[in-house]
């Protein structure tokens, strides 16, 4: 200490200052493994699902309409994004009117315009357009599926006319993301180039990518949301599909976040000092039943039936925690979830009376054929799951066979409906996918319009009630957001009580935390924002 | 010498040629849709289509098939349906990365196995032999992916010495022959030269074993020679096959292990076949499959055309 006090001030506060600059100045960094094979496309419309948009999707670009995702209490909702505000005209109920924010600059510093958006729907819609890009074109044209024609009425105001009036048309545009024009013009109209050089609005640039491996977004200081400035200075993305990898690189200390930790690993990670965030998430994991004529299924009773045999507690302990029984399509903290007078649940009793009922019994089983995949994304632990509901209906006399497919081939099975020769041919009269349920449109509409009977889209089982078709007519045509929840609610009360499906457990979306991560917010859907995430 | 050499090369032809068909027929056996890697689940039936054309899925198979050689043969092996980029950068990316791995778990394996093999073969029964019998039964009994986890947990996790995964830490492309980087190496390339070092142990031991009751080694002994001098024989006679076992562990280390690369994250040709079977990525499938196949044809080559200067016998058959 007294040498301390012999020392000139300036000796002490030099090096003092320095460090607490240094300190200061440190790059915080966030290692993320996420579960995919490779990196997202980093063009504008991401690849590999709906999860896959909170990594290179609104991390580096905008939407004209953002969804709320910075909030882990409630489901979010639609907001201003690069439209500060949206409205339908009122003389014609096709055309929308979005004012665009004025002042907002692509990382390449170009300048955000109407002429930006008209650009980036050609892109998209337009296959006569230069830059039109059959990939991106691909993931988002069945997300938009209501764009008729588009222009742009001045600098700051787009018009979009839709095909027919829909009222749940801004959903869809949360899906829908800005790329820089100037950008594809500067490296040459290749959008292999862009790939690894990408500028968007969002509050992250892509500093690094190498493909596989990992992707570098670091924080962009002026972000037009002051709100969302990034809390971290770099996030750093590592793809590692094996999910005991995952967790074994968090132990490591490799990386400070992984996606969907495997179960197995959950009390090591606990015991270690690790965090388990999980949080109302917009899936299920559902049987989806064939109601063609010659369907076992198109018997009421036996639907409601199956819905009562299983113990979905005993599920999700099997998950080692890692879901929550389904009480329908939706999570009853949705406000579309109603009232449904047929209350899903666990009761063998009642399973059992209504399948006697309808003339079976375990001596004279119902058999069925569901076609299931060996796991793969949503399907959470495919396989035991499954025998898990194969022993639960063969108590209430309902036999099941499966044709184990992998996911890739399901989902032909699925595009197809069950209708199709590939389904009905091998008296396949059930589907087991995981289905997202994050807006009206994913959630119900296309499980329930006739109009969208497969091949026309993927109400698979061939559903068709004409009530319920009147109440989405009315539902497109009502601009009220009230009264469409009200109506989307309705809409769901009959999909339970008619028991459309054999709705099992709802996804949790779990993420693992190092201590080193101070604040990370799971908002309740896919689209997550990790500008919340902040490190020690 | 030449005649053999161009006799062989004559003999990789038909082979390539039957790797192709092979190569590019197989994935279209599997179920499922290709598109599947880029487009939703639940794209309708025009965005299907559009994307069939954009990639030249709609055209007959045997037209897709001589387009793909054709352009093959001129060094384009198409673009990956799934990320876009030319399938050869990839390809060739990959094969860097699962090179360094094979090089290095093939000179563990070739050392561990030639050393094991030889020590077994002139010490029959004894101890020795049966540790080395007993390590390499081990070798080739062990599952890959299993081992890989156990020591992860081992050097990884409980001792944190070594990385759980990755090609680095800043990726394959900032690779670094350093002390660092090479830490990234260890746990993959141990895992994967146990196979090989049972496979050689094996090998050598009972060429070691067949050698040393031979007629010329027991000549030699008669004449005096010393037991050093008698093994530089027994080595000789024990190399060509050796040298082809070796040649053929080289190549499937080449190949990738899927499992030993899941599990480590390392981005090589076995992790590069694992997304493209998944995603259903049929030109990068094809064209992995296809470089790989000839890096094996290849490597057969190299060894037919090695093995007569080792043993002048072989040329003259």
């Not at chain 1, 074994?248 to 969907?260: K, P, Y």
């Not at chain 2, 292990?257 to 076995?270: D, H, K, N, Y």
Request: charged share 15%; net charge neutral; glycine share 8%.
């Amino acid at each position: 200490m007294s040498v301390l006090k012999k020392m000139p001030s300036w000796m002490i506060a030099l090096p003092l200052s320095f460090c607490l600059h240094s300190a200061l100045q440190a790059e915080t960094i966030a290692k993320y493994g996420i579960s995919m094979a490779d990196i997202p496309l980093t063009t504008g419309q991401p690849d590999r699902g709906s999860g896959a948009y909170q990594f290179t999707g609104h991390t580096i670009y905008d939407p004209l309409i953002a969804w709320e995702s910075n909030v882990a209490t409630r489901p979010g909702k639609l907001i201003p994004g690069l439209a500060t505000s949206w409205r339908v005209d009122a003389a014609d109920h096709k055309k929308w009117i979005f004012t665009l924010r004025k002042g907002v600059k692509f990382h390449d510093g170009s300048e955000f315009k109407a002429s930006s958006v008209i650009w980036n729907l050609d892109k998209v819609l337009s296959d006569k357009s230069p830059q039109f890009d059959a990939k991106q074109s691909a993931q988002v044209r069945p997300r938009i599926p209501s764009i008729a024609s588009y222009r742009a009425i001045d600098e700051y105001t787009v018009e979009i006319t839709t095909k027919n009036i829909d009222a749940l048309f801004p959903y869809q545009l949360p899906w829908f993301l800005i790329s820089s024009p100037a950008q594809w013009e500067s490296l040459g109209k290749d959008w292999t180039k862009v790939a690894t050089q990408p500028s968007g609005t969002g509050p992250f640039k892509l500093d690094k990518l190498v493909p596989r491996e990992r992707a570098d977004l670091v924080k962009n200081a002026n972000y037009w949301d002051k709100t969302r400035i990034p809390k971290t200075d770099r996030i750093v993305l590592i793809p590692i599909p094996d999910a005991m990898t995952r967790a074994n690189a968090l132990l490591n200390g490799q990386v400070d976040i992984i996606e969907a930790p495997p179960p197995d690993v959950l009390p090591q990670l606990k015991n270690a000092g690790f965090k388990l965030v999980t949080n109302v998430t917009p899936h299920v994991w559902p049987y989806h039943f064939s109601t063609y004529p010659g369907s076992p299924w198109t018997d009421i009773r036996v639907r409601k039936a199956a819905n009562l045999a299983i113990d979905r507690n005993a599920i999700v302990k099997l998950l080692n925690g890692l879901a929550v029984p389904a009480k329908g399509q939706l999570d009853t903290s949705s406000p579309w979830f109603g009232k449904p007078s047929f209350k899903i649940g666990y009761d063998l009793p009642a399973a059992k009376a209504l399948m006697a009922q309808a003339g079976y019994s375990p001596s004279k089983p119902l058999k069925a054929k569901i076609i299931i995949a060996q796991g793969g994304t949503g399907q959470m632990l495919s396989l035991p799951m499954n025998e898990f509901i194969q022993q639960s209906l063969a108590e209430i006399g309902i036999q099941l066979e499966f044709e184990v497919v992998e996911l890739e081939n399901l989902y032909l099975h699925w595009r197809s409906g069950a209708k199709a020769d590939m389904n009905a041919g091998k008296d396949i009269t059930g589907i087991n996918l995981g289905y997202v349920t994050s807006d009206p449109f994913y959630a119900l509409t296309r499980f329930v319009d006739s109009r969208y009977i497969a091949p026309n889209g993927v109400n698979w089982g061939g559903y068709s009630n004409p009530k319920l078709d009147t109440t989405l007519d009315t539902l497109r045509n009502n601009f009220d957001i009230k009264v469409q929840d009200g109506l989307l609610a309705e809409v769901h009360q009959t999909m339970v009580d008619d028991a459309l499906m054999l709705w099992v457990v709802h996804d949790v979306n779990p993420h693992a935390l190092s201590p080193k991560v101070q604040e990370f917010i799971q908002a309740q859907h896919w689209f997550q924002d990790l500008t919340t995430i902040r490190m020690k | 010498m030449l005649i053999y050499i161009l006799k062989r090369l004559l003999y990789a032809i038909p082979i390539a040629l039957s790797v192709t068909v092979v190569s590019f027929m197989l994935v279209y056996l599997a179920p499922g849709d290709p598109l599947n890697a880029i487009a939703p689940a639940d794209a309708p039936a025009d965005v299907i289509e559009a994307l069939k054309s954009a990639y030249g899925l709609d055209k007959p198979v045997p037209v897709q098939y001589g387009l793909w050689v054709w352009r093959a043969v001129h060094g384009d092996l198409g673009t990956s349906i799934s990320s876009g980029r030319a399938v050869l950068g990839e390809v060739l990316g990959a094969v860097s990365n699962t090179f360094m791995l094979a090089i290095i778990a093939s000179l563990m394996g070739v050392c561990m196995g030639c050393v094991l093999g030889a020590l077994a073969g002139y010490q029959r029964g004894g101890w020795i032999d049966k540790a080395a019998t007993t390590l390499s039964v081990i070798g080739v009994s062990v599952p890959h992916y299993w081992l890989g986890l156990v020591l992860t947990i081992i050097f990884s996790i409980t001792l944190g010495w070594l990385p759980a995964m990755g090609a680095g830490p800043g990726g394959s492309s900032e690779w670094l022959w350093d002390a660092e980087h090479l830490r990234y190496l260890a746990l993959p390339s141990i895992t994967l030269s146990v196979i090989p070092m049972g496979i050689i142990t094996r090998t050598v031991r009972a060429l070691v074993a067949d050698m040393l009751e031979q007629e010329f080694v027991s000549a030699l002994k008669a004449r005096g020679l010393g037991r050093l001098k008698i093994f530089k024989h027994v080595a000789k006679n024990t190399a060509p096959t050796v040298l082809a076992v070796t040649g053929l562990q080289i190549g499937y280390l080449m190949g990738g292990s899927i499992l030993v690369e899941t599990v480590f994250a390392w981005p090589g040709t076995g992790f590069l076949l694992n997304t493209a079977i998944f995603q259903r990525d049929i030109p990068l499938l094809q064209g992995t499959i296809l470089v790989l196949c000839m890096i094996f044809v290849v490597l057969n080559l190299l060894v037919d055309i090695v093995q007569p200067v080792i043993d002048p016998r072989m040329g003259r058959g």
